[in-house]
């Protein structure tokens, strides 16, 4: 009999090993994001550059998903998610050596982030295919709470470290750091004793296999309405708080205050956890329109109040609509779509939803040059609201309902 605590999915071996290799593989990532954005401003102050090194990791991530999601639907996941993890271990240990030793350029930066998006664009749609085939239905909402709750615990830790790290010496550690996580976490996916799966479905090629998903996508209904809406969110998002976030932040609250509020986005979302432990959500996609919303919070905080404390209470009520986003949408996928299937919806939804973030993060420098970083600021927060009320009137949003068991964690 399956536990349905909080604690049950630990008890399958498969799913441990999992768990513990994402958890440490987070516990570095949570750091490398600031790291990399101060790396990059301390060779160039300039929002432009920051964007051109942030969209070469994002370009070749979206323009790979689809791919990505073939691949990772037609070989085993496990597999898949070890060979992407040596990838960007190598990817970011070159770097942080390259930072460490004052070598490092914009262009070595730029090569190097786009060699690790194109391994997050066939990890990425692993990742999301691994819990239905590491547990039963009845332990999967405990996972991905666990698995959300235990990898926002550490990246409460995450940003604070990193902006020390900064503060006092070299991003290039923190990049360290998070090159060694991706090592260990490749030896925890080794210990997983999975069956070879069969795929009597499979097409002749990868390009027929990514149609078949593509057909399957149209006919559910849902997918390309809600990845629409995504693209918009994930764009204005990532040019407003990822990149021109920290520019603001280092002329107001420095790497450390900017650190601290990206710790209480971490914080938010491992609270809200608890409270989604003892929610039953039927209307999910719905839901994951509302935790879009609460990201618009951060953008009205930097541009009225950029400091600590009211970034920081910002920040916290985007952790917890990131909580409900991850929770809402996987427990869709897990109940609506096959095992067969789930890699390439994901890749799916991931290509909609991520194909404009080059565009938002490179067009943010321009705009903020020319309208100002507060008007900017003001101007995304009320897309964000506009896409809101559009996703939440549409009835393939609003009428979708979850029938399958939700046990308490």
């Not at 750091?177 to 996916?189: C, E, I, N, Q």
């Not at 329109?289 to 970034?311: C, D, K, R, S």
């Not at 779509?337 to 993060?361: H, K, N, T, Y």
Request: hydrophobic share 55%; glycine share 8%; charged share 10%.
């Amino acid at each position: 009999m399956t536990d349905p605590s909080r604690w049950g999915p630990l008890r399958h071996p498969n799913f441990r090993w999992f768990f513990f290799g994402e958890t440490i593989n987070t516990a570095g990532s949570s750091m490398s994001r600031l790291a990399l954005a101060f790396a990059v401003l301390h060779i160039d102050n300039s929002p432009t550059a920051l964007g051109l090194v942030v969209a070469s990791w994002s370009v070749p991530m979206v323009a790979f998903m689809l791919i990505g999601g073939a691949l990772a639907d037609r070989l085993p996941r496990a597999l898949v998610l070890r060979g992407c993890n040596l990838i960007e271990g190598v990817v970011q240990l070159t770097s942080a050596l390259l930072v460490l030793t004052g070598t490092a350029q914009i262009w070595h930066l730029v090569v190097l982030q786009f060699l690790g998006g194109s391994a997050v664009a066939v990890s990425y749609p692993a990742f999301h295919g691994m819990v239905p085939i590491l547990l039963p239905e009845a332990d999967r909402k405990a996972a991905y709470l666990l698995l959300g709750q235990a990898q926002s615990a550490l990246q409460v830790l995450g940003p604070t470290v990193a902006g020390i790290i900064v503060a006092v010496s070299s991003p290039g550690w923190a990049l360290l750091v998070d090159a060694a996580t991706f090592f260990v976490a490749a030896v925890f996916l080794t210990l997983l004793k999975l069956p070879v799966n069969a795929r009597p479905d499979a097409g002749d090629s990868v390009l027929a296999d990514l149609r078949a998903g593509w057909s399957f996508a149209r006919s559910l209904g849902w997918v390309l309405p809600v990845a629409s809406l995504s693209l918009v969110f994930n764009a204005v998002s990532s040019g407003a708080i990822n990149v021109l976030g920290p520019v603001i932040a280092k002329a107001t609250v420095g790497a450390d205050g900017w650190g601290l509020a990206r710790w209480a986005e971490a914080l938010g979302l491992f609270a809200f956890t608890f409270v989604l432990a003892r929610v039953t959500i039927r209307r999910p996609l719905l839901a994951c329109q509302y935790g879009f919303l609460a990201m618009a919070a951060p953008m009205i905080a930097l541009a009225f109040a950029a400091q600590v404390l009211p970034l920081s209470a910002a920040f916290l009520v985007s952790g917890c609509g990131l909580g409900l986003i991850n929770l809402a949408w996987n427990l869709t996928v897990q109940e609506k779509v096959p095992e067969a299937m789930l890699s390439r919806i994901m890749a799916i939804d991931g290509f909609f939803s991520f194909v404009a973030i080059p565009l938002g993060q490179v067009a943010i420098g321009p705009a903020s040059a020319w309208f100002g970083t507060q008007d900017v600021q003001l101007g995304a927060a009320a897309i964000m609201l506009v896409t809101f009320l559009i996703g939440a009137t549409r009835p393939a949003i609003r009428r979708l309902t979850l029938t399958g068991p939700q046990p308490s964690a």
